[in-house]
């Protein structure tokens, strides 16, 4: 099992520009998760999905959007990027929703908005 | 809600002394415990969890951790610590509900020297 896989490792965008970080799984998982991790903020909760088709908002949802049409892949989506979206991305995923399910984590997307 | 305060952003050991990184929360309904790890470059893994049952629980790598109810303690410990213990440590919590989500501390950076 490749476990949870993102893409890409590092990207530089410009003021304005939109783009897609990938994020899939290959555990079969229902829950999946997106968080970013700024210096001394710990992990904030983007947007969350327990399953095909369903989406929520988490803590810092603003300036980002998220589809999940298959189990095993969730994109998250910059509209228009700023600068405060410069940070460090990592996507999760568990079994199942509920907070006793250990996470898995992908290695992170590192951000940098111009 | 749940929240979760790690009270050490840095510690500095040597290696074979022990440590303790120190983390406490808050929450109006009983919880779930978690330490995850994240060396770097990497994304998190779970170091070991807190569900039920014992309060002292054993995790990876010679940690283990104490659940202290009347304190709204979990910190963690480890007797000798090794220089490849060297990484940032995050406690999570998480309501014991259908659906409740993680929430991470700010994380404690934990420097072995030799």
């Known amino acids: 099992n490749a476990g949870v896989t993102q893409t890409p490792k590092f990207q530089v965008l410009k003021t304005g520009q939109s783009m897609t970080l990938q994020c899939a799984q290959d555990?079969?998982?229902?829950?999946m998760s997106w968080y970013r991790q700024d210096p001394g903020m710990g992990l904030r909760l983007i947007h969350y999905?327990?399953?095909?088709?369903?989406?929520d908002q988490g803590e810092v949802p603003n300036g980002y959007n998220v589809s999940r049409s298959t189990t095993e892949d969730f994109p998250l989506r910059l509209l228009s990027a700023a600068p405060s979206q410069t940070s460090v991305y990592f996507c999760?995923?568990?079994?199942?929703?509920?907070?006793?399910?250990?996470?898995?984590f992908g290695p992170g997307t590192r951000l940098t908005v111009l | 809600a749940q929240s979760v305060t790690q009270l050490d952003s840095q510690v500095p050991v040597f290696e074979e002394a022990p440590v303790e990184l120190r983390c406490n929360y808050s929450?109006?309904?009983?919880?779930?415990l978690f330490w995850y790890v994240q060396y770097p470059n990497q994304g998190l893994q779970l170091l070991l969890k807190?569900?039920?049952?014992?309060?002292l629980v054993k995790g990876i790598n010679g940690f283990e951790a104490e659940f202290n109810k009347s304190q709204t303690s979990f910190h963690l410990r480890k007797p000798s610590v090794h220089i490849s213990d060297t990484a940032e440590y995050f406690c999570?919590?998480?309501?014991?509900?259908?659906?409740?989500?993680?929430?991470f501390g700010k994380g404690t950076k934990l420097t072995v020297n030799p």
């Open positions: 999760a995923s568990s079994y199942l929703a509920g907070g006793f399910n250990e996470q898995f």
């Open positions: 555990m079969n998982h229902e829950y």
């Open positions: 999905s327990v399953g095909a088709g369903i989406t």
């Open positions: 929450s109006s309904v009983s919880v779930y």
């Open positions: 807190y569900l039920s049952g014992s309060t």
């Open positions: 999570a919590v998480s309501g014991q509900g259908g659906s409740e989500k993680l929430v």
